[in-house]
T-cell receptor
């Protein structure tokens, strides 16, 4: 069975600090990997995704994530966070061309102005 | 444009009652997904439709849960004999086709279900 582990439940940073949120998954085959974000009062939305090719994926709002197959990891990074990045971040994994995605329990990011 | 909509936004019911939750996907999206999110946890997959048929219902927790999508658009999640443990936010998502390199899942606002 698939599982996703997000190491940090709550991260607090000051503006301009660098961000790295950890995500490790357990799955025996080829996977699609996702990061979703939920801003306060808004719907869950896609931040970035990896399906194949370049393991360094760039998403919206300056976020990027690196797929390291040997470590079963897909960590999310941003070099300089802003107050508006305050949100909950979810990592998810799923088999290719299938509807089922398995989500981690999320990391709440609070950015202090 | 219109996104995924879900009704009702909140539902309070009593233990043992029957509830229906509705999802209107983005127009033209053939794939539709239901998830359940409990407090402090990530979304948990319930069922996925491709068109009118349930392509994967492996996440439905037991036979009290059932979902339909009779015309390949609107979907209804039905919960019989509700239990307090069913209290959660029920999320619906849709995508143009099956989740692949070109596809993105778009989520609705969710229905918050509270079983007293």
């Amino acid at each position: 069975a698939q599982s996703v582990s997000q190491h940090n439940h709550h991260v607090i940073l000051s503006e301009a600090a660098s961000l790295e949120l950890g995500c490790n998954y357990s799955y025996g085959g080829t996977v699609n990997l996702f990061w979703y974000v939920q801003y306060p009062g808004q719907h869950l939305q896609l931040l970035l995704k990896y399906f194949s090719g370049d393991p360094l994926v760039k998403g919206i709002k300056g976020f990027e994530a690196e797929f390291i197959k040997s470590k079963f990891s897909f960590n999310l990074r941003k070099p300089s966070v802003q107050w508006s990045d305050t949100a909950e971040y979810f990592c998810a994994v799923g088999p290719p061309n299938a509807g089922k995605s398995t989500f981690g329990d999320g990391t709440t990011l609070t950015v202090k102005p | 444009g219109a996104g995924v909509s879900q009704t009702p936004s909140n539902k309070v019911t009593e233990k043992g009652k029957y509830v229906e939750l509705r999802c209107d996907p983005i127009s033209g999206h053939t794939a539709l997904y239901w998830y359940r999110q409990s407090l402090g946890q990530g979304p948990e997959f319930l069922i996925y439709f491709q068109g009118t048929g349930a392509a994967d219902d492996s996440g439905l927790p037991n036979d009290r849960f059932f979902a339909v999508r009779p015309e390949g658009s609107v979907s209804t999640l039905k919960i019989q004999r509700t239990e307090r443990g069913d209290s959660a936010v029920y999320l619906c998502a849709s995508s143009l086709g099956v989740l692949g390199s070109e596809e993105t899942q778009y989520f609705g606002p969710g229905t918050r279900l509270l079983v007293l």
